[in-house]
T-cell receptor
Framework: AQTVTQSQPEMSVQEAETVTLSCTYDTSESDYYLFWYKQPPSRQMILVIRQEAYKQQNATENRFSVNFQKAAKSFSLKISDSQLGDAAMYFC??????????????FGTGTRLTIIP | DAGITQSPRHKVTETGTPVTLRCHQTENHRYMYWYRQDPGHGLRLIHYSYGVKDTDKGEVSDGYSVSRSKTEDFLLTLESATSSQTSVYFCAVCTGFPTYEQYFGPGTRLTVT
């Protein structure tokens, strides 16, 4: 079974600075997808970024980028120019490729990010 | 926003009572999911559906059942609620190939007393 580990329960960063959230995963599959989700105090789960394992290029969405290291099974999220609205829980998630329609996500336990004004 | 609503948004119920949570989507996605979120566990899959009347169990399915009679609606039922089922419940849909992105509803906070 796949597992996703987020070893940093809490992180903090000064506003306008850069922060990196860590995620590692364990899988025997060669093709899969990885995601980062943001959960602000409103509780809504918001998709931040997606990475396909077959792509060598790291995904980028505005101030959010990932560092995907397939061999190391590492998938970190970098937030540049941190803003107060970035304060949230961040979840890393893994999705395998299945022929049986089981397209579930496996989540890490989350990292709570605090932005210091 | 993938057009997903959940009802009710909050519910308090007593141990032993049946509870049904509803998820409604407007974009005709084939795949739908129910997760529960608990501190220290992230989100864990309860049940999922890959089409009308096609459902399967997730990793924490004990004590839950689901039904999907229409593409747009996915119901989660707690036949006899227990205190261990106090949680926040999220419904999600999947966009399918090629992005396989999952989008979530706003969640339902359920308290079993």
């Amino acid at each position: 079974a796949q597992t996703v580990t987020q070893s940093q329960p809490e992180m903090s960063v000064q506003e306008a600075e850069t922060v990196t959230l860590s995620c590692t995963y364990d899988t025997s599959e060669s093709d899969y997808y990885l995601f980062w989700y943001k959960q602000p105090p409103s509780r809504q789960m918001i998709l931040v970024i997606r990475q396909e394992a077959y792509k060598q290029q790291n995904a980028t969405e505005n101030r959010f980028s990932v560092n995907f290291q397939k061999a190391a099974k590492s998938f970190s999220l970098k937030i540049s120019d941190s803003q107060l609205g970035d304060a949230a829980m961040y979840f890393c998630a893994y999705r395998g490729i299945s022929n049986f329609g089981n397209e579930k996500l496996t989540f890490g336990t989350g990292t709570r990010l605090t932005i210091i004004p | 926003d993938a057009g997903i609503t959940q009802s009710p948004r909050h519910k308090v119920t007593e141990t032993g009572t049946p509870v049904t949570l509803r998820c409604h989507q407007t974009e005709n996605h084939r795949y739908m999911y129910w997760y529960r979120q608990d501190p220290g566990h992230g989100l864990r899959l309860i049940h999922y559906s890959y089409g009308v009347k096609d459902t399967d169990k997730g990793e924490v399915s004990d004590g839950y059942s689901v039904s999907r009679s229409k593409t747009e609606d996915f119901l989660l039922t707690l036949e006899s609620a227990t205190s261990s089922q106090t949680s926040v419940y999220f419904c999600a849909v999947c966009t399918g190939f090629p992005t396989y992105e999952q989008y979530f509803g706003p969640g339902t906070r359920l308290t079993v007393t």
